[in-house]
């Protein structure tokens, strides 16, 4: 098992930028594939992007390409997500989470963090 805390949310203006963190505990982060995922007000939960084992694979969804990017630390059982140009749309809550599977397989996240709040305003 592996558990997850999300940090580095906040209120930020349309055209700022945000860093989340995602700490890991256990001795085997490498061995999970890492996501980051979002829930906004009123809608279901979506993918974010995503970063395989050891780093060298990454996706986005389309609407985030080109703005964020994700990454990790296996040294430091730590994934990130850096966002750049916010807008408003991005607000939402945002989870990281472990797949034991593919990275782009959504279904097999099974480990959740408690989700940081990013609210971007107009």
């Known amino acids: 098992q592996v558990q997850l805390v999300e940090s580095g949310g906040g209120l930020v203006q349309a055209g700022g930028s945000l860093r989340l963190s995602c700490a890991a505990s256990g001795r085997t982060f490498s061995s999970y594939a890492m996501g980051w995922f979002r829930q906004a007000p009123g809608k279901e939960r979506e993918f974010v992007a995503a970063?395989?084992?050891?780093?060298?694979?990454?996706h986005y969804t389309d609407s985030v390409k080109g703005r964020f990017t994700i990454s990790r630390d296996n040294a430091k059982n730590t994934v990130y997500l850096e966002m750049n140009s916010l807008k408003p749309e991005d607000t939402a809550v945002y989870y990281c989470a472990a797949s034991a599977g593919h990275e782009r397989d959504v279904p097999t996240y099974k480990y959740w963090g408690q989700g940081t709040q990013v609210t971007v305003s107009s």
């Open positions: 970063i395989s084992r050891i780093g060298d694979n990454t």
